[in-house]
């Protein structure tokens, strides 16, 4: 059987089993070791399956990814979330949508220590939202505002599918973080101005809240020193070169189980619920990445990224013409996969494919970097956008007075300064890369 006809049906086969509602994992991995078999024989398909999980389960750089989850783990047991949220309602709560920025720069700051999306959206809806609906605020501005805010969870590093990309890209996690920040801080101010706009436009929609003396502010912006002391010690020991990006999420787990305790939030129970939240979240990650590393390997054997490699660079297309079609293609990917899930599975395919591309004239290097920041922030679309959106289907398990279909109006201005973002980025690369360029 034609390679390339073996390849589309493991495309299709892994299309019915998501469809079916098979794990992602076992999606991936079924269709390939099927698909490998077809052209190979048993014994090269046992031998694969032994060495591919022992090379993929002893990547040392891997092991930034639970910790990293775990630092979250920390900051969410530890009450540090809460300590955030009430810091940025006491500056601008009282502000008509005040409640609504403060939950945005609460996700910002709690995405410095968590590294994932749907834990940002968990995490703050759990402490803004009762806050937002005791003030009056309408139901789908309030969900919306924290799906869309949750995004920032993996805009602003540390950020694991940021780590994940960096490991198959073989690129510098440093570099990539750096490279992420301005589009996190632009992301986070986009969203607090659709606050801003759609207060003005229906300010029925939420009531401000009575400003805090000013003595009670600073109480409040007291409590966030230990995110802020942990912010500059893991990045700035990074930056400093005083350890690697691993080293980094260890101290960074650290601090954050010190400044936990500091709080004396974080109760044996809680640290109980942290190491099994990891274990449970590593688990999921790494079972991605065998039924990823499956299928891939079999798509390598059908020469498909090859193939796709030299067709896209004989289009006669404008390469960002190229770049943008990718772009959409993850974002209607995203309609039925999670963010590690997508790149898992098309970075080894489209990757190669794109470093072809004569791009803004980029050394291979940026270009890497540059289409990392896109693909980051069009899986950050695909969380919040319908029919899936999984930080909307989070955050409306908590909010439950709230149909799902409000939130998913409400997401649509959001999304709308994403997009336009995400366009920016594509052609002005230097607003991404121009901290990399001052930092390196």
């Known amino acids: ?8 049906l493991m495309f299709g086969g892994m299309l019915v089993l998501m469809a079916l509602r098979v794990p992602i994992a076992a999606a991936m991995f079924i269709p390939g070791a099927l698909g490998y078999w077809a052209m190979t024989n048993d014994l090269a398909l046992l031998n694969l399956m032994k060495g591919s999980a022992v090379a993929r389960l002893t ?5 930034v990814i639970p910790l990293f989850l775990l630092m979250g783990q920390f900051a969410t047991q530890g009450g540090l979330s809460k300590a ?13 949508g005040g409640l609504a920025m403060a939950a945005v720069l609460s996700a910002a700051a709690f995405g410095a220590v968590c590294g994932s999306s749907v834990a940002t959206s968990a995490t703050i809806t759990q402490v803004a939202y009762p806050e937002m609906k005791a003030h009056g605020y309408h139901g789908r501005l309030a969900t919306a505002t924290l799906a869309s805010g949750g995004t920032l969870g993996i805009l602003i590093p540390p950020s694991v599918p940021l780590v994940v990309y960096a490991i198959l890209t073989e690129q510098n996690i440093a570099k990539l973080f750096a490279a992420a920040m301005v589009p996190g801080i632009l992301a986070m101010l986009g969203y607090i101005a659709v606050i801003a706009i759609i207060c003005r436009v229906k300010p029925e929609l939420a009531t401000p809240s009575e400003p805090l003396p000013w003595p009670q502010r600073w109480k409040a912006l007291a409590g966030i020193w230990p995110i802020v002391a942990i912010f500059i010690l893991v990045f700035g020991g990074i930056y400093g070169g005083l350890f690697s990006p691993t080293e980094g999420a260890a101290v960074g787990a650290v601090g954050t189980f010190v400044a936990a305790q500091f709080k004396r939030e974080l109760d044996r129970a809680g640290i109980v619920r942290s190491f099994l939240g990891t274990a449970e979240t590593s688990a999921m990650v790494f079972m991605i990445f065998l039924g990823a590393d499956m299928m891939n390997a079999s798509l390598a054997l059908t020469q498909m990224p090859k193939g796709l490699a030299d067709w896209v660079s004989h289009l006669q297309v404008a390469p960002l013409w190229i770049v943008g079609a990718v772009m959409v293609f993850y974002v209607i990917l995203g309609c039925v996969m999670d963010e590690l899930s997508m790149m898992l599975l098309t970075i080894p395919v489209l990757f190669p494919a794109i470093m072809g591309l004569d791009l803004w004239g980029l050394n291979p290097e940026m270009k890497a970097i540059w289409f990392g920041i896109l693909v980051l922030m069009t899986v950050g679309i695909g969380m919040t956008a319908p029919p899936v959106g999984l930080n909307v289907y989070v955050v409306n398990s908590i909010a439950k007075d709230v149909p799902m279909s409000e939130t998913y109006k409400g997401v649509f201005p959001f999304l709308a300064t994403d997009v336009v973002r995400t ?3 594509l052609f002005f690369p230097g607003l991404c890369l121009g901290l990399v360029n001052l930092l390196f």
């Open 59 to 63: 990547v040392y750089d891997l092991s």
């Open 84 to 96: 955030l949220f009430q810091a940025a309602a006491a500056f601008v709560g009282h502000i008509r």
């Open 1 to 8: 059987m034609d390679p390339l006809y073996i390849g589309l």
């Open 423 to 425: 366009i920016a980025m």
